[in-house]
């Protein structure tokens, strides 16, 4: 495939830009791969390509039921930080993060990561504990956050009022090399290079059975027929409870709706990305100009992709007393994806009771960020068939044997 380029760019102005190749090609399924992986969202796509790349395994089919990137990858609001609590959570995110940094260059696919910073407003006493806790925490792992007083976050955020009428801003949790990217360009930038590598990415074919000969996956039922693989990755977000059901085992997991919206453009206001746990709302700035907003996980399991009135109306108050400029902004957007949530608010990345079949998941609200980290674990895993130091404590083996990375209690954060 062409690289993309600066002369790329002239060369196609010249000639009204018919030359540009296909990004990824749309090929019919083989009869059989060395792996399939299902889902072809971040985590799918990253997984794929870290076979490739770090292992040499190209033989290798993503399987979409949709189109790719169109799940939560295409609907989170885009937040990139690593300042987690226990230690396995610090180290992936933190690898993802570092990868992240360097990705467009390695995709050669511009994934427009900008690396604002994340702050994490503290609003109560018990958030500052917890908040400076995590800045010792991550000062022994080596991640880069401090805690910052309300000067500091007011001088960096003019538009906040830290004197809310429910609960002023009494410090933050600040990332500076945290930030944000373009999520579809993640997804099109790992499809792009997969399907350099002669990857099949299949979109439109949902996978609807699994098949096993002697305790070891077979193949998998698609609605384009039967595949065959010697190995299988789930990689589904909040369809992993039904992907895990068709291979015959439960999973600790549930699956909620998560929304988030976005207001009209507007001049740039805001330049870092803000999270406010207690009021709960997070903002950011898109490059276009809107206003990005997250709101909660409704509090039932369903898989509407929509999100109720109660979290818009939540969102924007919590937003509202934040950010009082905003109440003067219209809605544009308001959309929901499927979440899946472990007990411990950790991710799953591991073998299951089916031979050969593994699954990453359990990402809930905060996978996203962990993208790159995650499919290089991933990787590792299915290519050697055992975890390697990044995945390790993040198998399923936890919750029989009371392991928990509890990042729920601790942190206290979500996304
Ligand atoms: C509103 C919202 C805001 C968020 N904000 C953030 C944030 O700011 N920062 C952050 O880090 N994270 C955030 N997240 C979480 C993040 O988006 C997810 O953790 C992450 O995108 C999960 O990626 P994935 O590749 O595992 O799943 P997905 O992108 O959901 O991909 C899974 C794919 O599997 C496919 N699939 C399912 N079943 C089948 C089947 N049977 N056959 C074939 N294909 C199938 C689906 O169609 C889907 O495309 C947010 C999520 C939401 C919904």
């Known amino acids: 495939m062409r690289r993309y380029s600066v002369f790329a760019i002239a060369r196609e102005a010249m000639r009204q830009h018919n030359g540009w190749d296909r990004a990824w090609a749309s090929p019919e399924p083989k009869s059989h791969y060395d792996v399939i992986i299902v889902g072809a969202g971040g985590h799918g ?3 794929a390509y870290y076979l490739g790349k770090n292992f040499g395994i190209k033989n290798v089919a993503i399987i979409e039921k949709g189109w790719l990137g ?29 990868l992240y940094e360097t990705l467009s260059q390695d995709l050669n696919y511009n994934i427009m990561f900008s690396p604002r910073g994340v702050m994490m407003l503290a609003q109560t006493e018990s958030e500052i504990r917890g908040y400076r806790r995590t800045e010792y925490a991550n000062t022994l792992q ?3 956050t401090r805690f910052i007083g309300p000067n500091e976050v007011k001088r960096l955020v003019p538009i906040m009022n830290i004197h809310g009428p429910r609960y002023p801003v ?15 360009a993640v997804a099109w930038g790992y499809a792009r290079a997969c399907s350099d590598m002669g990857m099949d990415v299949i979109q439109n074919c949902e996978v609807t059975g699994i098949e096993s000969v002697g305790g070891q996956v077979s193949a998998v039922v698609t609605t384009k027929g039967t595949i065959g693989t010697k190995k299988l990755a789930m990689v589904v977000a909040g369809h992993s409870g039904h992907l895990a059901n068709m291979a015959g085992f439960r999973l600790p997991v549930e699956s909620v709706a998560l929304q988030a919206m976005v207001s ?8 870092v990305v803000v999270m406010a ?9 898109s490059d276009k100009g809107e206003m990005v907003i997250g709101g909660g996980a409704d509090h039932f399991n ?38 899946d949530m472990t007990g411990d608010r950790s991710p799953i990345i591991s073998k299951t009771p089916l031979g050969n079949t593994f699954i990453n998941c359990g990402w809930g609200t905060g996978g996203f960020k962990s993208i790159p980290g995650s499919g290089w674990a991933m990787a590792e895993l299915v ?3 055992e975890p390697g130091p990044l995945a390790q404590a993040f198998s399923l083996d936890r919750f029989r044997e009371g392991r928990f990375i509890d990042e729920s209690v601790a942190a206290g954060v979500a996304h």
Request: zero cysteines.
């Open 70 to 98: 169109g799940g939560n990858t295409g609907r989170n609001t885009t937040i990139i930080r690593s300042n987690y609590l226990q230690d396995p959570s610090a180290a992936i995110y933190e690898k993802a993060r570092s």
């Open 264 to 271: 009209e453009p507007i001049k740039p206001a805001i330049d």
């Open 383 to 385: 290519a050697k068939g």
């Open 45 to 47: 796509l990253a997984t």
């Open 277 to 285: 746990n207690t009021v709960h709302g997070y903002l950011s700035q």
């Open 302 to 339: 369903n898989y509407t992709q929509r999100g109720s009135w109660m979290h818009i109306e939540e969102t924007t108050r919590a937003l509202v007393e934040t950010f009082p400029m905003l109440s003067r902004l219209k809605m544009l957007r308001q959309w929901g994806g499927i979440v």
């Open 170 to 184: 009494l410090g933050a949790l600040w990332q500076p090399r945290a930030g944000t990217a373009r999520h579809d």
């Open 142 to 144: 080596g991640v880069e």
